[in-house]
T-cell receptor
Framework: DGGITQSPKYLFRKEGQNVTLSCEQN?????MYWYRQDPGQGLRLIYY???????QKGDIAEGYSVSREKKESFPLTVTSAQKNPTAFYLC????????????FGDGTRLSIL | KNEVEQSPQNLTAQEGEFITINCSYS?????LHWLQQHPGGGIVSLFM???GKKKHGRLIATINIQEKHSSLHITASHPRDSAVYIC???????????FGKGTSLLVTP
């Protein structure tokens, strides 16, 4: 079945460590997105990529980095510069940008030890 | 101020009730999305619409472009409808989605 796979489901990070969240899709979608969800807030865009080897900052990119070396993969690294990384992270993809439905993964919950 | 506002924030209904969730937005949009998020966190896209009305099973979504308003209706609600319902818009000037904060729905037997 086609879909988006995020791993791991739960992730714990020590202070000062970088961690990488995986997102893989087999939908042959060009566009991929990373969102952050905090309690009581709407999803906020961290980064998005419209095509391989290209990505753009979203509203809250500070402290995060991404790469898009393959169409199906869009990993997100939470760096030690992100001072409040505890959140639920969702990856999504769509055929293109603009008004296209987005398909979401099941999310990764990141906590600080 | 968030560009997308949802109401109510929380909603409790008894099984069988007709439910309405509202979404207002303040920017020009190319499309509006209704999404469903279950307790485990995964999100499913329910509707994408840019005008009129769409129906899928017991779910109905409407949009009024002039009033910048959309509603999601659930007929004959069931406990399995319990979830967070999220409204999101594609603004005319942006590439990605702008999200509302969600409406948490609990349907009791």
């Amino acid at each position: 079945d086609g879909g988006i796979t995020q791993s791991p489901k739960y992730l714990f990070r020590k202070e000062g460590q970088n961690v990488t969240l995986s997102c893989e899709q087999n939908l042959n979608h060009d566009a991929m997105y990373w969102y952050r969800q905090d309690p009581g807030q709407g999803l906020r865009l961290i980064y998005y990529s419209q095509i391989v080897n290209d990505f753009q900052k979203g509203d809250i990119a500070e402290g995060y980095s991404v790469s898009r070396e393959k169409k199906e993969s869009f990993p997100l690294t939470v760096t030690s510069a992100q001072k409040n990384p505890t959140a639920f992270y969702l990856c999504a993809s769509s055929i293109g940008g603009g008004h296209q439905p987005q398909h979401f993964g099941d999310g990764t919950r990141l906590s600080i030890l | 101020k968030n560009e997308v506002e949802q109401s109510p924030q929380n909603l409790t209904a008894q099984e069988g009730e007709f439910i309405t969730i509202n979404c207002s937005y303040s920017v020009g949009i190319s499309a509006l999305h209704w999404l469903q998020q279950h307790p485990g966190g995964g999100i499913v896209s329910l509707f994408m619409l840019s005008s009129g009305k769409k129906k899928h099973g017991r779910l109905i979504a409407t949009i009024n472009i002039q009033e910048k308003h959309s509603s999601l209706h659930i007929t004959a609600s069931h406990p399995r409808d319990s979830a967070v319902y999220i409204c999101a818009v594609n603004s005319n000037s942006g590439y990605a989605l702008n999200f509302g904060k969600g409406t948490s729905l609990l349907v009791t037997p």
